[in-house]
T-cell receptor, first 110, second 113 residues
């Protein structure tokens, strides 16, 4: 089983749509969770950290379900500029490294 | 806004040659990392560095790889004898505390021919 698993997509949605991405992780000792955004041939950029209580940042909402080992990202009112690959990233307790999913590609069209 | 900077942005090298990729992490950060991303694949952890020593490394980070922090600002990745399969985007990252989000540089695209 992959350490961090994501649907690769692509998700093609019109401007203004709401879109949700899911991610599962295999290691129950995972303790920190993030969503990063990556544009084509660019570096990963932090979108938001994911907290147990869930968190929201403008149009973006992240949820964590530790029992099911599942993380989600909801994007409301999609913009053309949201087109990118969204990376689910996990850190395991007592390790330094971040473990990346393969990413979910989002394409927002006019 | 402070950022991680990497040089060069693109490096082309012949198979068997040594390359050094350079990074300047965010100045007050203590943890430094190298990751790589082969085209079309996921980002993979190579090595982490803290307190002037390697704290963790992956299976990819074999004897051909080494890291160094030669002064108070630079953090380098050396590949001793490059192979074709080393062609990838190499990202440097840093963070201020363990288990927190890491900030990535813009990457060095390494092409081995």
């Amino acid at each position: 089983r992959k350490e961090v698993e994501q649907d690769p997509g692509p998700f093609n949605v019109p401007e203004g749509a709401t879109v949700a991405f899911n991610c599962t992780y295999s290691n129950s000792a995972s303790q920190s969770f993030f969503w990063y955004r990556q544009d084509c041939r660019k570096e990963p950029k932090l979108l938001m950290s994911v907290y147990s209580s869930g968190n929201e940042d403008g149009r973006f909402t992240a949820q964590l379900n530790r029992a099911s080992q599942y993380i989600s990202l909801l994007i409301r009112d999609s913009k053309l500029s949201d087109s990118a690959t969204y990376l689910c990233v996990v850190n395991v307790y007592r390790t330094d490294k971040l473990i990346f999913g393969t990413g979910t590609r989002l394409q927002v069209f006019p | 806004e402070p950022e991680v900077t990497q040089t060069p942005s693109h490096q082309v090298t012949q198979m068997g040659q040594e390359v050094i990729l350079r990074c300047v992490p965010i100045s007050n950060h203590l943890y430094f990392y190298w990751y790589r991303q082969i085209l079309g694949q996921k980002v993979e952890f190579l090595v982490s560095f803290y307190n002037n020593e390697i704290s963790e490394k992956s299976e990819i980070f074999d004897d051909q790889f080494s890291v160094e922090r030669p002064d108070g600002s630079n953090f380098t990745l050396k590949i001793r004898s490059t192979k074709l399969e080393d062609s990838a985007m190499y990202f440097c990252a840093s963070n201020g505390r363990m288990n927190t989000e890491a900030f990535f540089g813009q990457g060095t695209r390494l092409t081995v021919v």
